[in-house]
Every structure is written in C-alpha cells, then in structure tokens.
C-alpha cells in the first residue's frame, strides 16, 4: 500500500505538472490531489500508528468508521428493545412523555415474554378506579431526631454535579422539580447557583470531597456546612459513601476543569488538580459515622440527613446496622445505588464489575433494616435505572419508599444517549461545559419537559397499582411482581428475594453461618 500510495503521488502531481504546461486549467486538480499526497506524507512520518503509518491516507477510514460505529448501531442495527444501556422503547416513552406526545404502542408488545428475565405485574380483577386515586402521593421524610421533615415525591432527580453536568442542564432540571413539586440532588459537586436559581426543592449531597464546606486542607468544615444547610432550598442532606458507577473509587477534577467558578462552588484553589479520596476522613468506623450523621443533622437544625450508598461487603453494612442500635442514631434515609452505574464517568472495570445490582442492593438493605427491626426509622431511596411507572413500583416492591433517577431526567432535558458524557463533546448541551454546545439547551423549554416526564410518570405507577387493586403504590409487595427464570418456571419476586421476618437477626432465628459472622461484626471498626 505504501508503494501504491508512492506510486500514486509521483504520477498524479508529475502529470499534473506537466499537462498543466500546456493547459494552465490542469493546475486546478492540485487543489483535491496536494491534500492527499501531503496527508499521505504525514502518516507515512508518523509512528503511533501502524495501521496509517502501513495504508496511509487510506487507513485514516478505520478510525472514522469506528467513530461511526456506535451511531451507525444505534441508528440502523440495534432493535427496539436491545439498545444499552437503555433500550429504545425506554427511551421513547421518557421523550414522548416530556413532550406529551402520544405514549401509547400498537400491535402488542416487542419483547419475547418467554424469554429468560422477562418480568410483569400481576393485575387484580377488581382494579381501583384511577381517578379517584392520589395523583400525587408524597412520602415524609424525617425520624425520631429530625425537626424538620420533608415531604417528598416518590420519583425525583438523582444526583449530578454542576460541572458534570452544563449550567442550563442543572439549572432546567431544577426548574422542573419546582413545577412538579419534587427534589433534586446537587450530586458531590456543591452548590452552585444554577441549583438555586429556579428555585427547586434541594437534597445536598456530601461526598469525600466534602465540596463546599471543606477547609484548605480538604477536611469537614462545620461553619461552612452550617451556613449552606442552612439555604430555606435545601430540604435534605444526603452523605455520599459510594456510588453505583464507581463504588470504592474516588475522584479526579483536573486542573483544566476547575475554573475560578467551580472553584468557589467547591470551595477549592482554581486551576488545580483536585482529588477526593476513596474514602471519608471525618470517620473511620461504623459508630463515628453514626455520630458524624448526628453532627450533619445537629448543624443543618434538624433536617432529615441519610446516606447513599453501593452495596459492597454485606458485613459492613451489618455493621452499620449495629452501630445506630448501640448508638440510639438512625438517618433519616438511605438511598441505595445499583452497581448498573449511573451518569458518573468511571473505570470500565468499576462499571462493568464492582458493587450490587439495584434489586439486589434495595433487598438486601430492606431486609436487613427489617431484621434488626430498625426499618421503621428511616426512608428508603431506589437509585439505577429508574425509567418508567413499573420500575417505581418493582423498586417499592423490593422495598424503597421512593425512587431517584438520572438518565431519565437527563433524556428528558434531550439527552439522546450519544455516550460521550465523559469528553466535555456531549451533542445536546446536557453534559458538558461547552458554552456554545450547551446555549442549545433552552432552559424554559427543557425545565417543562422534565416536569412533564415526571407526573406522566408518576400517574402510570399509580395506574399500575390501581390495576393490581391497590390504593397506593407503597401497598405493592413482591408477590406482584413475577419473573420468568426458565422457559417454562415463573417465579414472584417473593421466592427470588424471600421476605424477613421483623427482628429475625435479633432473636437468633437465621442460618448458622449468618449467625456466626454476626458474632465476628464489630462497630469500632471496618473489619
């Protein structure tokens, strides 16, 4: 090929210069044929790759094609219902509910509903009639120790940092928690004023980089946190262990990233590389982030303070359990993450390998509470893939109370799932800190077209339950919701994920080696 290539150039630009001798007009064609010779010259010098260094000019089409790749698939090969991370029917109905066009299909459902994982709901012969239902039923966040509880939606924005996330993203998404009347998650990024400015409910999330109310050395701030909490926005604070896309990792923000704006939001130096640990500094065992819990609620003046979390080690979290017993000190929530990821860019590794699947995660936590008898102090949040009215209800079914979602709301915004969030390049405005890409955001359009995927959403879960016979979504149990596990065996989500019984790991009825490792959980400590 590179003989090809060296043949090519010689005849082409000899014969031009020649015939153009005799007629002047020849010299034109240099205009298409230098480009290439030159762009040939270029990768035949180059040496990072040998594919153009080996078929230069010509090699250059397997980058471009591959660049195409995805598009092309989303576009043209992948079907309906096997589009990933969201399939195509997920992702229509969340753009046709916020455009509230028509949301209904014909022709019966695309999905093989003999096929392995295919889930439905059972429905009840003597459905509730669905206007007079609740529209709009709230959930009170807020135990024994807060004095000043929320009442919050049961579908609201998961967390997005701005910077992450555009200013007109952040700011449209908050917009739209003020119209529908439910709450958005700043994400670990702090407060900016796009979170403030349209005048949403607020849930401050907290991370290890304690981002706006840390001190110059990176530790817990108490005066910064109480002067923040105390914004009449924020109506809840949300401590960060780990998140579902990158559990046990933490974050970089580069030094190019970090503008003077973003700085003063985090409270850090500008045009510095800045790291959040792994893990959190202000405590370093199950007891002391009982007793940092109580510090965030006694700061904020009682405001409901949870945790959000990725189940890893289930012995940590028995841990956890324990030390609110000994302590007396229960968060007002905990919002479990699905190792399925999120909106975060993160390690391949970490998004494909690390942490529990939603379903898992939101079982395992219910029934733990439910076992130390402890599941009455605090709220439940589903986070990870919550798209549509069914997946509120599977969530409440494993036992959340409400349910927090990201992608959706951002494809409510107009987020078409290009994939490139984590390369500033995001196509629509969404993700990315490009003023000229994210001005196509229209703040007073999108902020009504997430409020509209909200409440479209909110009353197909309340349909849902109506059509199972239930007055309210939170009576749905996992004898609803059946799964096929085998071609021909059916099983309700009450034998996949069995129902503890209340205090079962306290008065000792559990497997022997459950209760041995009970014996070995210590609160002082990790491990």
């Known amino acids: 090929m590179v003989k090809a290539f060296i043949g090519f150039s010689c005849v082409s630009l000899g014969a031009i210069i020649v015939l153009g001798l005799f007629f002047p007009w020849v010299f034109w064609l240099l ?3 230098l480009p290439i010779v030159i762009m040939g010259i270029l990768d035949l010098l180059q040496t990072k790759h040998a594919i153009i260094r080996n078929y230069p000019v010509v090699g250059r089409a397997r980058y471009w094609m591959e660049a195409l790749r995805p598009k092309i698939y989303q576009y043209f090969v992948e079907s309906d219902i096997d589009g990933s991370p969201i399939n195509r029917v997920d992702r229509s109905t969340i753009y046709q509910r916020a455009k509230r066009e028509l949301d209904s299909q014909p022709f019966g ?3 093989n ?3 392995e994982g295919y889930e439905w709901m059972a429905h009840s012969i003597q459905p509730q009639n669905f206007d007079n239902l609740e529209k709009d039923p709230r959930v009170i966040f807020g135990g024994k120790d807060c004095k000043q509880p929320y009442s919050g939606s049961i579908l ?3 967390a997005m940092s701005y910077g992450s996330l555009s200013n007109n993203a952040v700011q449209a998404l908050n917009g739209g928690a003020k119209i529908g009347n439910f709450a958005h998650n700043t994400g670990e990024g702090g407060i900016s004023e796009a979170h403030l400015k349209q005048g ?9 980089g304690y981002f706006g109310c840390r001190d110059d050395d990176g530790n817990f701030s108490d005066s910064l946190f109480a002067e923040k909490s105390a914004l009449p926005a924020i109506k809840m604070i949300e401590l960060k262990i780990s998140q579902g896309a990158k559990p046990g990792h933490g974050g970089i923000l580069p030094a190019a990233k970090n503008t003077p704006e973003i700085a003063a939001i985090r409270h850090v130096k500008p045009h510095t590389t800045v790291f959040s640990p792994p893990y959190h500094k202000a405590f370093n065992s199950p007891r002391e982030m009982m007793l940092f819990i109580q510090r965030l609620r006694d700061l904020s003046k009682g405001k409901p303070v949870g945790f959000k979390l990725c189940i ?3 012995r940590e979290f028995y841990a956890i359990c324990k030390a609110m017993i000994e302590t007396d000190i229960y968060p007002d929530f905990i919002t479990v993450d699905g190792g399925e990821g999120g909106t975060g860019a993160a390690p391949p590794e970490f998004s494909n390998s690390v942490g529990m699947p939603l379903m898992d995660g939101l079982s395992f936590v219910h029934d733990t509470l439910t076992g130390f008898n402890i599941r009455h102090h605090m709220k439940i949040i ?10 509120i209800l599977r969530a409440m079914a494993l036992g959340a109370d409400t349910c927090n979602s990201a992608r959706a709301m951002m494809m409510a915004l107009g987020c078409i799932q290009a994939l490139v969030c984590n390369t500033n390049k995001c196509p629509t405005g969404v993700a990315t800190q490009d003023k000229w890409l994210s001005t196509g955001l229209v703040i007073d359009d999108k902020k009504h077209r997430v409020a509209n995927y909200h409440r479209d959403t909110i009353e197909s879960a309340i349909e849902l339950a109506g059509a199972a016979g239930l007055k309210d979504p939170h009576e749905v149990t996992r004898r609803h919701i059946s799964r096929r596990v085998f071609m021909n065996q059916v099983k309700t989500f009450e034998d996949i994920y069995p129902s503890v019984a209340a205090g079962a790991l306290l008065n000792g009825l559990m497997p022997e080696h459950l209760k041995k490792e009970m014996e070995t959980v210590k609160i002082d400590t990790w491990n």
């Open 200 to 208: 949403g409910d607020i849930i401050w999330q907290i991370g290890t």
């Open 109 to 111: 459902t695309q999905f």
């Open 31 to 33: 205009i298409p044929v």
């Open 382 to 391: 589903a986070s990870g893939k919550i798209l549509t009215g069914y997946h």
């Open 156 to 158: 609201n924005v998961s």
């Open 113 to 115: 509903v003999y096929a």
């Open 312 to 314: 890893g080690q289930q």
